[in-house]
């Protein structure tokens, strides 16, 4: 069906995903070698075996390092979007 992912493509797509958050991480100083601190919290443990599923990864360190990197790296896509709202004339030739 047109549109839709199969399961290998998507899991493709999301270890690419994965693997760039953490270069990116990697390159601008935020992982490296020394793994310095710690982390511990309660959660659910159907929230992690979906995020574990999500990102394809097995270790909760994994996981943790993968969420903490995109979190510290996202964008702020989405409130910029809004901000811009009316910034575009509404007579503006899309050529549709």
Request: glycine share 8%.
């Amino acid at each position: 069906m047109p549109g839709v992912l199969s399961e290998k493509t998507a899991g493709e797509l999301s270890d690419l995903r994965r693997k760039a958050v953490l270069d990116r991480a990697r390159k601008i100083g935020l992982l490296g070698d020394a793994k310095d601190a710690r982390i511990a919290g309660r959660v659910p443990d159907a929230l992690i075996k979906a995020a574990k599923k999500r990102a394809h990864v097995e270790s909760d360190t994994d996981l943790i390092e993968y969420a903490l990197s995109a979190l510290a790296l996202g964008d702020d896509f989405g409130a910029k979007l809004v901000q811009r709202k009316g910034a575009v004339s509404r007579d503006i030739d899309l050529e549709f």
